[in-house]
Structure formats: C-alpha cells, structure tokens
C-alpha cells in the first residue's frame, strides 16, 4: 500500500511540474494572453455594373456587416459562434444580394436621377419610389454583380 501511494504521489508530482521553457507558437501566445472571447465580423461588399440607359456605371453599394461574438474552445484556435454571423459570407443568402443590389440601383440611377431633377433623396418620397421601380426594371436585366465576403475575427484584450 505504501509504494502505490508513493508511487501516485510521484506520478501526481511529474504532472504538477512546470513544463520545460519550450518556445511558444504565435497562436498559443496569444490564447494565453488574450480571453477567450472573439468578435466576429461578416462583410459582404460588392461591386456593380449597371446600365440605367445611359450608358454602363460602376459603383461600390455600402457593404453588408453582420457582427456577433465568438469563443475560443480549444488549443488549436477553433472558435464557435452563432450561424447567423457568418451565413451572409459563407453562403450569400438572396436577401444580401437583394440589398446590394437595390443599394446599387439607387445610388447608380436614382440619385443622378433626383439630382437632373433638382431633388434630394427623401424630398418626394413618391416620385422616388417610382424612379426606383422603373430603373430597377431597366437596370436588373443587364446587371453585373460581383460579391466579395470576408470573416474576421478579433481576439478580445484584457
């Protein structure tokens, strides 16, 4: 009985010890560094060409960003969060690219057309609207859509 409990005590010693002064990756440096919650960011921006019937027009429509939290659940840096977070950058649901695209046509062929008509966005809602029916129909057929997503993920500090 006194050499199992030496011997445990022994083993439990070697486990307590400090592990040797071996260099520490970057990624392990920072997860012993840093807490264990991460921000995650999921940007969709894009870019498109439209013709609003004069001619093609290049714009870039304010990016989709959808931000949520994240958690470190291990050593090797796997972090888990909420799908809604980073489904508009993994799989670009209709609804963004719907976005973007209306974004698009409003700032390509609505505003300049307001603007020809010395109006601001939001001074006749009315007139607005019906612009941005008749250039979606006009612009929709011919348009070029190119999405670019990205995730980002940010440690948390202390």
């Not at 400090?18 to 920072?30: F, G, H, K």
């Not at 290049?58 to 972090?79: A, I, L, M, Q, Y």
């Amino acid at each position: 009985m006194k050499r199992l409990l030496a011997g445990a005590a022994f083993t439990l010693a070697a486990l307590a010890a400090p592990a040797s002064s071996s260099a520490l990756s970057v990624q392990e440096a920072i997860l012993r560094a840093k807490p264990a919650v991460a921000l995650i960011t999921a940007r969709v921006d894009a870019e498109v060409t439209i013709n609003c019937g004069q001619g093609p027009v290049t714009v870039k429509p304010r990016p989709f960003v959808e931000t949520g939290t994240g958690w470190v659940v291990d050593g090797r840096g796997w972090v888990v969060t909420n799908a809604h977070v980073v489904d508009p950058a993994h799989r670009l649901p209709p609804w963004v690219t719907h976005e973007l695209k209306k974004t698009a046509i409003d700032q390509a062929c609505v505003e300049p057309a307001l603007q020809a008509q010395k109006m601001a966005r939001g001074q006749r809602p009315d007139i607005e609207e019906r612009l941005r029916r008749e250039m979606m129909d006009l612009a929709i057929a011919g348009m070029r859509f190119t999405p670019q997503a990205q995730i980002t993920v940010l440690l948390g500090g202390r």
